[in-house]
């Protein structure tokens, strides 16, 4: 079968069935794009017949020497393992050539996170102004850093899936799963105050710009880290700095792994045991500090 066919058919599979989100989508369409473009500049490969583990293996070792990193070349690696299940799913191919390739060692990196007496200052003494744009911003840091969602689920984020006398709301997260994420009576008054300024919309959705339209994806980006950047010299300052905040923050307080699983949407406890790490090495510093032969 023409290798763009396959492609094309298995990224209607993902958006359609599986129903990936957009980020994840073009994650996906990229790294097949470049597959592709090496396999017909370098092999002039143009079915699926035609690709056996040794090329798949001559592309990941031209990645490397392109000093892509590790985790890059891990991410394209488990596309085209999620691309050969579907092609043999569909029976467009007999053998799967990723059965034979290593992923290259990644040296594990900890969350990033903000700590608590910056965000206490960035939330009690910064000056975000009373405004529908300040409380808007204000609301989307509080939001992020109470409940960890995710920075998709923030943006689409509805009136209608808040229920303010229950203080809990509800997201529809990877793959539309939803989870309800309980929060607690400050954020339930900056919800009541934000909303009664924003007054009724065309549209439900819960944060909007100046034209009364939907926030985007890099506008809330900009938000975070203008805001993260008053407060903390970290290099990365995204509303997942605040997701891996909120789930440290948590952990440290004593709060149960699986709760924090719950809590975030991860489908598997190992996506929420990195933050142990944090904690260990908290203890770390706590023990060199306290401790007089250490």
Known sequence: MDLAASRDSFLQYLQYEKRFSNHTLVAYTNDLHQFLEYLLSSYEIK???EINHSIVRSWVVSLMEQKVTPRSVNRKISTLKTFYKYLLRQDIVTENPMLKIQSPKTSKRLPVFV???NMDTLLDNIEFGDDLEGQRNKLIIELFYATGMRLSELINLKVSTI?????????LGKRNKERIIPFNN????SLKEYITLKGDLEHDYLFINKKGKKIYEKFAYRVVNNYLSQVTTLDK???HVLRHTFATHMLNNGADLNAIKELLG???LSATQVYTHNTVEKLKNIHKQAHPKA
């Open 237 to 239: 300052k995204s509303p």
């Open 163 to 171: 229920d303010l006398f229950n203080c809990q709301l509800k997201v």
């Open 47 to 49: 079915t699926t017949a």
């Open 186 to 189: 400050q954020i339930s008054e």
């Open 266 to 268: 991860h489908a598997n």
């Open 115 to 117: 700590e608590k007496q």
